[in-house]
């Protein structure tokens, strides 16, 4: 047997190579198409962009022609520099600076001389382009905005880099990929498939027609068509009251889970990163690191949220079985929780009980139920793991999973995160009790604030917010149709939004009242600090506001944050009821809000962050890029708390 085996290997290995040869010399001609560079021209046809709508079927981008031109650095021959650069509009130097960078890609490959062409220019290079041997033009489609606004959802189209060239073989040099919002969330059902040519050339470099009658040709398939959840009128809408402000606004049908509106303030018009302008222009984008139009703050900048986190503190005290509607605290205007320790209070004071610590938005009444949720538990650790576990239900605290490609967690701390600030044990409630009102160590997008008012709005359940509606010819991702149910038993929510009805009949955003629109709203002021020559710097409030509507059969939900805006009820809340009473009633009737808000502007407070000394500016921009930065927040020293004074609303 043994003497068979070796032979019989030895035959066996050789007929599979034998095979295997035969198959790739006489039947498979793709390796021979691959070793016919020199003789066989490659060319792309690239296919248009699928098309973008909003949720109603308006058209916000299309596509428009435009020419590429390309080289073969091989095949120049006797070219008129010269001529050829006057014709480009173009200095020898560039010339020379892309002939060299096309020969490190690949001298006998084609790769892009000069990008977007518009019909003009092109039309002139065109009646000339047999003169110049090497060169040829190459037709793609770019993005024409049918609007001006909704940038940092559109995203842009720039040219592939190496790396990906590289990762990717589908992308060639030159070719186009979406990048940020859904341009890149979407780019392998907007791009379609390219199609690709294989033109014979003969012995003296001319075309002599398709390599094997076009076998191996393909068409170009143009793109699927996608409708986004958007709403474009509540969108541009969005935007136009956030001229002179910078911040975010973010709206969700609470039902499906649909963005409606992601609006960033101060933003840019699409259009100017399109064409032969667009490096120029995203570099001075890029740069400008004080108002930051490239930063989507709708789902990236992180805030403490403010009084709007007092619902999920009542909510979690009702569930733990803590309070009830009954349970009544005694407001001094402040909160004394401990010795020397005192939280202040704007509320009317007197025995509140939760109806009216909602409308009035008591601190005294919501730190109470904080500390008891904490001390009903024989461990501080094990409390606000529980705590923070029922808050986490609501998707706060960890990326959401919406198809766009940037966001940011924000933070809900547990016991690891009191951990890590005392290593050394001994903290209690009170060290903690700032969370309550959304201030210590909760840190939320207005994304994630825009989902908890749509959990609240539904009582208890949410979907993933998506910005998705329908893509031509095919399901969207399952995930977006999947119920997430929150820790909070249904039957606690009543309360809680009876308390937000009254908010706008008795309360704190009584003046933001739309006639005839059941409102359920909060309003919430954030800290704004910033370290200054080395000393903690308290800057004018952020002003925040988060709403639902109506009462009844909710069809929005809404957060608004203005930087710098000051209290909840000054900017941030008119804002919310103007974008609902727009979205629901395609009309505003409180035109007192919107003339205000319109001529309102914060370009002051702004200037003065500008007036800084560049050494100031630095430091407060470090600040800032820590704050925002996907980690968890650093450590705070043990006497933060003692020292919050905050009033919140």
């Known amino acids: 047997m043994r003497k068979v085996l070796l032979p019989t290997l030895i035959i066996v290995a050789a007929s599979l190579l034998v095979i295997r040869i035969f198959y790739l010399q006489i039947i498979d001609d793709s390796f021979k198409l691959k070793s016919d560079n020199n003789a066989i021209k490659i060319k792309y046809d690239y296919p248009e962009r699928g098309y973008i709508y909003d949720r109603n079927g308006k058209l916000l981008v299309s596509n428009q022609a435009s020419y590429d031109i390309m080289v073969i650095p091989r095949e120049i021959k006797n070219l008129d520099t010269i001529e050829f650069c006057e014709l480009l509009n173009i200095t020898k130097e560039d010339f020379i600076k892309k002939i060299e960078k096309a020969k490190v890609y690949s001298p006998r490959l084609p790769s892009v001389f000069l990008t977007q062409l518009n019909k003009i220019e092109f039309a002139a290079f065109q009646e000339k382009i047999r003169k110049f041997e090497g060169f040829y033009f190459q037709k793609r489609s770019l993005r024409d905005y049918e609007v001006n606004f909704g940038a940092n959802i559109f995203g842009f189209i720039t040219q592939v880099n190496e790396n990906l060239i590289a990762k990717n073989p589908y992308y060639n040099s030159g070719d186009l990929i979406g990048k940020q919002g859904v341009e890149e969330s979407y780019e392998e059902i907007l791009r379609g498939i390219k199609g690709v040519k294989y033109i014979q050339k003969d012995k003296y470099n001319r075309e002599i027609g398709s390599f094997k009658d076009g076998k191996y040709d393909t068409i170009a398939v143009q793109g699927e068509d996608i409708n986004l959840s958007i709403d474009a009128e509540i969108q541009k809408y969005g935007e136009e009251l956030m001229i002179n402000k910078r911040g975010g606004i973010v709206a969700i049908e609470p039902k499906t889970g649909e963005i409606l509106a992601l609006v960033t303030a101060p933003s840019y018009d699409p259009a100017i990163l399109v064409g032969r302008q667009r490096s120029k222009n995203y570099t001075q984008l890029y740069k400008d690191s004080i108002a930051k139009p490239l930063y989507d703050r709708g789902l990236l900048a992180e805030y403490p949220p403010g009084s709007p986190f007092k619902i999920m503190t009542g909510l979690v005290a009702l569930q733990e079985g803590v309070i009830n509607e009954q349970t009544s605290v005694a407001c001094h205007h402040g909160f004394s929780y401990a010795r020397g320790r005192f939280m202040r209070c704007h509320c009317h004071g007197g025995m509140l009980q939760l109806h009216r610590g909602i409308y009035e938005s008591c601190n005294a009444f919501f730190g109470t139920a904080y500390m008891k949720t904490i001390n009903k538990y024989v461990k501080p650790a094990s409390a606000v793991d529980v705590w923070s576990k029922h808050v986490k239900s609501f998707g706060l605290g960890q990326f959401m999973g919406y198809d766009l490609p940037t966001g940011r967690k924000g933070n809900i701390p547990d016991s ?227 020292s919050n004074n905050k009033v919140t609303h």
């Not at 509606?469 to 991702?477: A, L, R, V």
């Not at 009633?585 to 370009?603: A, C, G």
């Not at 500008?610 to 705070?636: A, C, F, N, Y």
Request: charged letters at 25%; aromatic letters at 8%; hydrophobic letters at 35%.
């Open 416 to 642: 690891k995160t009191y951990k890590r600030i005392y290593p050394n044990g001994g903290w209690r409630s009170t060290a903690i009790v700032s969370n309550a009102i959304g201030q210590g160590e909760v840190l939320m997008t207005p994304i994630q604030l825009a989902n908890m008012m749509a959990t609240i709005a539904n009582r208890g359940y949410y979907y993933t917010p998506h910005i998705i509606k329908k893509i031509e010819g095919k399901p969207i991702d399952k995930k977006f149709t999947t119920k997430h149910v929150t820790t909070i038993d249904r039957k606690y929510f009543s309360p809680i939004i009876d308390g937000l009805f009254d908010v706008y009949n008795l309360g704190t955003a009584y003046h933001l009242k739309v006639e005839g629109i059941d409102i359920c709203g909060k309003t919430g002021t954030a800290e704004n600090f910033a370290k200054i020559g080395g000393k903690r710097t308290q800057l004018e409030d952020h002003s925040i506001f988060v709403a639902f509507a109506p009462k009844n059969n909710p069809k929005i939900a809404i957060a608004v944050m203005v930087e710098n805006g000051g209290f909840g009820a000054t900017i941030a809340g008119p804002i919310a009821s103007l974008m609902i009473e727009k979205y629901l009633r395609k009309k505003i009737t409180r035109t007192d809000l919107e003339t205000r808000i319109l001529n309102k502007s914060l370009q002051g407070q702004y200037a003065k962050l500008g007036g800084l000394s560049e050494s100031v500016k630095s430091e407060m921009r470090k600040q800032d890029s820590i704050l925002q930065s996907k980690i968890t927040p650093p450590k705070i020293k043990k006497d933060t708390i003692k």
